[in-house]
């Protein structure tokens, strides 16, 4: 079998990825210590190339490989938005890591390897595809959250996940083996013709469409897959877990919608009650929960968990029936949009958990925060607008994603679902609001007056700088990131 | 964002002040801790001005929108940089812009620490504020009243009494969770009211009076938590008592006035029919709140809440204004959100000149002022005196038309509003006497030193207001006639349609007895 060149084409930033990740393997062990900020630097470069021949995929689908993967708008936004989370999170990782003395020029790798899979994952067509691509991610990650060797939490995470990762990929797996079974293809188009058609009341198919929703849900932790979250979370390196919180979640939401709407979008009603299920448990579990949190990345773990859960109104109304195609197409935009303005301030949020970090306390406890408006203002004055916008108020960006994915919601009719996600949202403002009073209200103990130096390392002002900009400028002036959603729903419409 | 109104005199006005402070906080961002009083007032005095041609360019004879400004600010939903003021909203733009260089001013010495983020939170809450009344699309109002919260929080909960943090978050969770109906309302108003987000777009759409029900319930949500009416009103005293002064003035002058403009400006307009079916229940709360405020004001020892428990009392007048359907009634409404502005912020400032000194609110910590401090003692009683609603001073005039309003509507209603007023009387009267006259505290007489220049400024354009509000308040009313008339019209309709002959023919008979509220009052107070 010969590979032709043009899907070889298609598919090139993947290959650039990939073979970035090998090159940076082999000139590790040349690079002396001390240089290996050099392999960073390469890093970046490639993903910025990548994103120069991906901005190109925009408004056209190139379908590759006899259908195992797509190259369309939806899965240009995907990439688009990965690469801004892997280059942050290589930037943030860059001095953190020297803070952590876990500074392995095979981070930079491992970052690299799983945004292959995360870029595997959105563009997949394919339900094995879109398997290679999470196993790529999952197992890249198992290791990124153990890389802090020296700690039992850490390892104890990377366990964790990897357990836990893999009984998930399983479920996962079986529920592709079943389908497979009743449809006779992995093919995401030919399973639907079969789904629509002869086997729309298998109950075999119904199984294997609930494991496939077991599997991605935990990916995506939503409530009751969630249990691994916290631990992995507060476990990993904090510049991992941005990347986790972040990418792997983003990346999660994609395929998932992909297949629910490619490969079952004529049976929306097998799937979209489970959904909501799944939606009204997460949002309402992910807030109460991390209001009792104490530490910062547990909290920030329940909140990404809660986060999760709004995510999914936007899968509740694309799965919807009885309303209007433009309506679900509203459903799909407005979860684009508020994952890209999530991942905004969830790494601004992460970013200065880890200048805490730097500036030699734990940072991970909310206590760390005592008084920081007073021992460092500007990073106090991040971490409010971060929060703010995390607990969705304006004029942040964070109000944009909630506005509009419950625009979407009450559209669907499903007023009284956006009347719920509001009501937790205010719940969640308290927990949000307990880091601003802690910052703001409370006077910092003179041991923590001593430690007032929070060194900024350029990098890390980049990412802040990058987060902050993001969150105040998409909630002044959202609309070329609304239609850039708009733009790439598009292709996916869902089978009518 | 091509759409474009050129603004009656050709010059952005409520856009500029918009901005003022906005650039005001960038500029207070990047100057000298030490310079932040100077540039602040400096900042806040340049808004006021540049809020003065709003009175002056106003066309009286307008009840539309003026002024207004509109841009198209983001495509899919549209939604609108939309700007403009009527006769209800621009007297309650001067005032915001009025009183916040009076708020700097009442800080001058009062806030010592972190005074970058305390001017620069004051200023933002007052762009906040004038966005929440300049708004023409329901988005960019939801966005400025909801982004109020924050600089509220931190003014609360940072330059704070004791209690500081709880009463903070207090504030800013019941704010927030009554707005959560409000965001959904505002969602469905797109799609039932013909996918639109302009305030006066959705106010021409008739609704299905089921939906408007529902709509009601959920503005009222909203609004009664910010006025706060009765039962919502419990985070009123706790944020009033810890807030700093200056924190205090604007919650009191500015924040409540929010609520019941949502009420005058959405509620009525939009949904008259359900408005109409749920006055009774609006009209009892509101007379409750009157009557629970006034004795709640009776009990206090601290001045400060005693202050704002009578908030709760006066603000019981307005929201029985609004809802008593007619031009006295919400004519007196809208003064009556612009007196207790006046009155109640001034009284919290003399609370906050006493408290400079004595660094007590207790009211037998501080007795004896009328000898020890002459002048601040006079401006006192003026102020006192204009709360119980003294003939001759502001309140007695917008409390005087709510009452006639309420008579229109129902006498009972409006016999048990007016034991509002006897109540009022009661403890304030009680107040001064024990404050003003009441024996000195030996402790506290040395520290009792009279107003200095700063604060014998900042107190006599509120008695200038007073007075002319109380004396002639023509202008002010000429302002707002119009706008008036016209929410008034849009219920007579509804009015008829629901009630039975003989309260329509009550109506009308009322009208007729009465003749147009001005002239009422230029007979009287003719010299």
Known sequence: ?496 | MTEMVVPSGGMPWLTLILILPLLGSVVLLLAHESMSRQIALTVSLLTFIVSLPLWFLFDNGQAGMQFVEKHLWIDSPAIHYALGVDGISMPLVLLTTFLTPLCILVSWTAIQSRLKEFFISLLVMETATIGVFGALDFVLFYIFWETMLIPMYLLIGVWGGPNRVYAAIKFFLYTLTGSILLLVAIMVLFFEGGRTFDILTLTQASYDPGLQSLLFWAFFAAFAVKVPMFPFHTWLPDAHVQAPTAGSVILASVLLKLGTYGFLRFSLPMLPDASVTFTPIIMTLSVIAIIYGAYMALAQSDIKKLIAYSSVSHMGFVTLGIFAWNAQGIEGAVLQMVNHGITTGALFMCVGIIYERTHSREIGDNGGLAKAMPKYATFLVIFALSSVGLPGMNSFVGEFLVLVGVFAWDKLTATLAALGIILAAVYILYLIQRIVYGPASPKMLPKLTDLNAREFGMLVPLVVLVFWIGLYPKPLLDVMHASVERVVATHSASIVVQQDGDSSDNVLVMSEVLPPTVNVFEAEVAP
């Not at chain 1, 964790?160 to 399983?170: D, I, N, P, Q, R």
């Not at chain 1, 929306?268 to 949190?293: D, E, H, R, S, Y």
């Not at chain 1, 004055?381 to 969705?392: E, R, T, Y």
Request: aromatic share 10%; proline share 4%.
């Open chain 1, 1 to 496: 079998m010969t590979l032709p060149l043009a899907d070889l084409v298609t598919i090139l930033p993947e290959l650039l990825i990939v073979g970035m990740a090998c090159l940076i393997l082999v000139l590790d062990p040349i690079t002396p210590s001390g240089k290996k900020d050099f392999l960073a630097w390469m890093s970046l470069g490639i993903l910025g190339v990548c994103a120069l021949i991906t901005m190109t995929d925009f408004g056209e689908t190139v379908v590759a490989f006899g259908g195992l993967v797509v190259v369309d708008s939806y899965a240009a936004f995907w990439k688009m938005l990965l690469y801004l989370v892997s280059g942050l999170t290589i930037l943030l990782s860059m001095s953190y890591l020297k803070e952590e003395k876990i500074e392995l020029a095979e981070y930079y790798a491992f970052v690299l390897l799983a945004l292959a899979g995360m870029m595997v994952m959105v563009s997949g067509t394919d339900l094995l595809t879109i398997y290679l691509g999470i196993e790529l991610m999952s197992i890249t990650l198992y290791i990124m959250a153990g890389l802090k060797r020296s700690e039992a939490r850490s390892i104890e995470a990377s366990a964790k996940y990897f357990v836990l990762g893999a009984f998930s990929s399983g479920i996962l797996l079986y529920g592709i083996s079943l389908l497979f079974g009743v449809t006779g293809s992995t093919r995401l188009s030919e399973i639907s013709a079969v789904v629509n058609g002869p086997a729309s009341e298998d109950p075999l198919m119904l199984l294997a469409l609930m494991l496939i929703i077991v599997g991605f849900g935990f990916k995506v932790a939503a409530v009751p897959f969630h249990m691994w979250t916290p631990d992995v979370y507060e476990g990993a390196p904090t510049s991992v877990t941005a990347f986790m919180a972040v990418a792997s979640k983003a990346a999660s939401f994609a395929a998932f919608l992909r297949v629910l709407l490619e490969a079952f979008g004529g049976v929306k009603p097998n799937w979209n009650v489970l959904i909501l299920a799944l939606c009204v448990v997460t949002i309402a579990l992910g807030n109460l929960v991390a209001i009792v949190q104490t530490n910062v990345k547990r909290m920030l773990a329940y909140s990404s968990i809660a986060h999760a859960g709004y995510a999914l109104i936007g899968i509740v109304v694309a799965g919807w029936v009885g309303i209007d195609p433009d309506v679900s197409s509203r459903g799909i935009s407005s979860l684009m949009l508020y994952l890209a303005i999530y991942s905004f301030m969830t790494l601004g949020a992460f970013a200065m958990v880890a200048i805490l970090r730097k500036g030699g306390l734990e940072g991970e406890n909310i206590e760390d925060f005592t008084g920081l408006a007073k021992r460092h203002k500007g990073g106090a004055f991040l971490m409010l607008v971060f929060m703010i916008s995390l607990a969705g108020i304006p004029p942040t960006a964070g109000f944009i994603g909630k506005f509009y994915i419950l625009m979407a919601a009450v559209n669907a009719e499903l007023a009284w679902l956006a009347i719920f996600a509001l009501i937790f949202a205010a719940i969640s403002a308290f927990y949000y609001l307990r880091i601003v009073m802690v910052m703001y209200m409370r006077d910092p103990s003179p041991e923590q007056e001593k430690n007032t130096r929070l060194t900024l390392s350029p990098q890390v002002s980049v990412v802040l700088a990058c987060a902050i900009a993001g969150v105040v400028l998409l909630g002044v002036f959202p609309g070329p990131l609304v239609s850039l959603t708009d733009l790439s729903v598009l292709s996916i419409s869902p089978v009518r």
